[in-house]
C-alpha cells in the first residue's frame, strides 16, 4: 500500500500500520511520534473527530500540512481516543458543546482539547513502538535499538553474525556440533569438524622439567607419572581441531582462500567462538578447476594461497584439498 491510498482510503489502514508508514516515509527528518519534542517539529500531529456518530475505523483522515517554518507535517485524525467525540473520555455535553462551537466557526475549544489528544495518542503509539522488536528495529539509525544492544551484550559484540546467532554466543559451553551449524548456516557450505586433533604446546623455561640440583635438590617437575614431561614442548590433544568446508562451485572455494572475501570473516568467527585456547586448522576440499591458476606478469600470485598450475583436462575434476593457516 502507498501514501496515496492512505490519503484517499485511511480507514482501510490500521492505525499502527498507518502511523508506521508515515513516519518511515519521513526518515530522518522530524521528530518520532512521542518522542520529546516541540509539537510543531514532530512528524505527525493528531487530532480527535468531532461527531457522536459510530466510528467506523480507526483512522478518518489523513492529510499533509505545510508548516510556517518550512517543511510539512501529516494530520491524522483519529476517532478512538480524546476526550471529546465519539469515543470521548470527557461527559457527552462537552462533545455536545464543542460541536455547537465548530458550527459557529469557533475552534478555540477544540483546538485546546487537540493539544492533549495529540499528546496522549502519541504516548499510545509510542507504548505500542516499544514492545515490537521488529518496529524499534527497523526505525532506529543504524539498527542500534534497545533490543539489539541487549543482543550484542549477550553475544559479545555488535557484528552481524554475532547478533544473527545470539543464541550459540551467549552460551558458556561451546560444542562442535553448534559450531558446524554455525558455519553452515553462515556460510551456506557443509561442514565437518574434527576434534581432539591435538597439537604441540610449548613450555615456558619455569614449566619444563628439570633434574635436582645442588641449588635445588627437589628438582622441577620431576616427579614421574605425574608432572614430568621431556623437552620443551607438550602435546595437548583438547587444544586443536580440523575444520573442513566441502566447496561444490568456484565462487565458495575462492572465496575461503586468503586473499578470497570470506578468509578474514572465518577466521573472526573462528576466533570469537573458539577464543585463544583452541586452535583450529582450516581445509578447503573442492575441485582442481574450482581453484585459481597462477600466470606469470600478475600483481598478486596465488603462490602459497590456494592456486595452481595449469593442468590437464583429465585431472580438473580431481578432488584437493587445500590446507589453510588457522586462527
Not at 83 to 103: D, F, M, W
Request: aromatic share 10%; charged share 20%.
Amino acid at each position: 500500500m502507498s501514501i496515496d491510498s492512505l490519503y484517499k482510503t485511511p480507514g482501510q489502514f490500521d492505525f499502527y500500520q498507518a502511523v508506521f508508514m508515515l513516519q518511515n516515509r519521513a526518515g530522518s527528518r522530524g521528530q518520532k511520534v512521542g518522542a520529546d519534542a516541540l509539537p510543531n517539529q514532530e512528524l505527525v500531529r493528531f487530532k480527535s473527530v468531532q461527531h457522536l456518530g459510530f466510528p467506523g475505523s480507526p483512522v478518518a483522515k489523513v492529510k499533509p500540512v505545510a508548516c510556517e517554518q518550512g517543511g510539512q507535517y501529516h494530520q491524522v485524525d483519529v476517532t478512538f481516543m480524546g476526550l471529546t467525540g465519539p469515543s470521548g473520555a470527557l461527559p457527552q455535553h462537552y462533545s455536545e458543546l464543542v460541536l455547537s462551537r465548530i458550527k459557529q466557526k469557533d475552534t478555540t475549544m477544540v483546538d485546546f482539547y487537540d493539544m492533549f489528544n495529540h499528546r496522549l495518542v502519541s504516548l499510545y503509539y509510542r507504548a505500542w513502538e516499544k514492545y515490537r522488536q521488529a518496529i524499534n528495529y527497523s526505525t532506529h539509525s543504524e539498527h542500534f535499538d534497545p533490543f539489539t544492544r541487549v543482543l550484542g551484550h549477550l553475544s559479545g559484540g555488535n557484528a552481524p553474525y554475532r547478533l544473527h546467532m545470539a543464541g550459540l554466543f551467549s552460551r558458556r559451553v561451546r560444542s562442535a556440533v553448534q559450531l558446524e551449524r554455525l558455519l553452515t548456516h553462515y556460510l551456506e557450505l557443509d561442514v565437518d569438524v574434527k576434534q581432539f586433533v591435538g597439537t604441540w604446546r610449548p613450555l615456558a623455561s619455569s614449566e619444563q622439567t628439570r633434574l635436582g640440583t645442588r641449588e635445588n635438590p627437589e628438582g622441577q617437575f620431576a616427579r614421574l607419572g605425574s608432572e614430568a614431561a621431556a623437552g620443551k614442548s607438550v602435546w595437548d590433544v583438547n587444544s586443536a581441531i580440523d575444520i573442513t568446508f566441502h566447496c561444490k562451485d568456484k565462487a565458495k572455494a575462492r572465496a575461503l582462500l586468503p586473499q578470497g572475501p570470506l578468509n578474514g570473516l572465518l577466521k573472526d568467527m573462528l576466533h570469537s567462538y573458539l577464543g585463544y585456547a583452541v586452535k583450529a586448522n582450516i581445509n578447503v576440499k573442492t575441485q582442481l578447476k574450482n581453484l585459481p591458476v597462477m600466470r606469470l606478469g600478475q600483481q598478486s600470485s596465488a603462490l602459497g594461497h590456494g592456486g595452481v598450475t595449469l593442468a590437464r583436462e583429465r585431472v580438473l575434476s580431481r578432488d584437493v584439498c587445500i590446507q589453510l593457516r588457522g586462527q
